[in-house]
């Protein structure tokens, strides 16, 4: 009895068959169709982002990175809406860096104290002597403070994760308008969360623990603190960019390797962003009101990242 099998079944081609295991491999990196940043639905800061990010030429990739920050800022103080969630962030490192201050001064002096008492007068070049415990003492001190401001920096960035996620969400919305779709729609939300503080948390250890031993840089006379500025100054940025792109990556279900690797491959563009964002929280004091700027240009910048250049045209 004859079966109709071949009749019924129709055959793949190889061809065929790869355009949907790449779509399939999309959806699950963005979540979204390719991005035009031309698009007139999509607001001006995600142009400029995509537009940076889609430019062959490295120096304006790496200038469009720079502004992005600046742009950022624009966008938070026509947004009122979100300042509530990017006062929050702000006040907790604020406070975190402020308690550390407290403990952490007073506890270097004492310790440097019982190493090194400050010389008595006896001769007259014993004050060359004071001059020198004075310089030691300043050192420490400022050394003291770089890393109160990195501890706090660390773990307010973990403790306000909570916040940024809140507040790069509202911004990703704002950016994406009517293109917005919610890659965690119906995700329980405590795992979602603690898988992004301890994200949050990776990176701010990868970065202190590179960036405190360079602190010996310094140390070596002439060339040290060149160095240091130059070498922390590129570290800098690249971390920078991770940490603050960090979490609209996460949110869209991006591993932690390919992170890295995204941020790292798209340096021209990264580093931009990362410098301008290191620059704008260099300004003492008012850099912890400057860190919600950073979740809103980071979440513009991730988006802009997860776009397949052959497709966001």
């Not at 301890?198 to 590179?210: D, K, P």
């Not at 491959?265 to 931009?272: A, M, P």
Request: glycine share 8%.
């Amino acid at each position: 009895m004859p079966v109709p099998v071949m009749e019924n079944c129709v055959s793949v081609k190889p061809e065929e068959s790869q355009p949907m295991v790449r779509q399939e491999h999309r959806s699950e990196i963005t979540h979204y169709k390719p991005l035009n940043p031309d698009d007139e639905r999509l607001h001006p800061l995600m142009r400029h982002a995509l537009r940076g990010y889609l430019t062959p030429s490295s120096w304006r990739r790496g200038m469009s990175g720079l502004r992005v920050p600046l742009k950022a800022a624009t966008f938070l103080i026509k947004n009122p809406a979100l300042w509530p969630w990017a006062i929050a962030p702000a006040l907790i490192n604020f406070a975190i860096f402020v308690s550390s201050l407290f403990f952490s001064l007073p506890a270097a002096s004492q310790t440097f104290g019982s190493l090194w008492a400050m010389p008595e007068i006896v001769a007259w070049y014993h004050y060359g002597l004071i001059a020198l415990w004075g310089v030691v003492y300043l050192l420490v001190m400022l050394l003291t403070l770089v890393l109160s401001y990195m501890v706090a920096m660390m773990i307010g960035g973990v403790i306000a994760s909570p916040f940024n996620d809140v507040l790069s969400e509202k911004t990703e919305k704002l950016l994406l308008g009517e293109l917005y779709q919610d890659p965690q729609e119906g995700a329980p939300f405590l795992p979602s969360l603690l898988k992004s503080m301890a994200s949050s948390a990776a990176v701010a250890l990868m970065y202190f623990a590179i960036m405190v031993p360079m602190l010996l840089l310094h140390f070596i006379p002439g060339v040290g603190s060149i160095a240091y500025t130059l070498v922390g100054g590129l570290v800098g940025g690249y971390f920078m960019a991770l940490e603050y792109s960090d979490t609209l990556l996460e949110r869209r279900g991006t591993g932690f390797k390919r992170k890295l690797n995204l941020v790292w491959q798209e340096r021209s563009y990264t580093l931009g962003f990362g410098v301008g964002t290191s620059l704008m929280l260099a300004i003492p004091l008012i850099n912890f009101f400057c860190l919600p700027i950073a979740v809103i240009a980071g979440t513009a910048v991730g988006t802009a990242l997860l776009e397949d250049k052959r497709d966001a045209q």
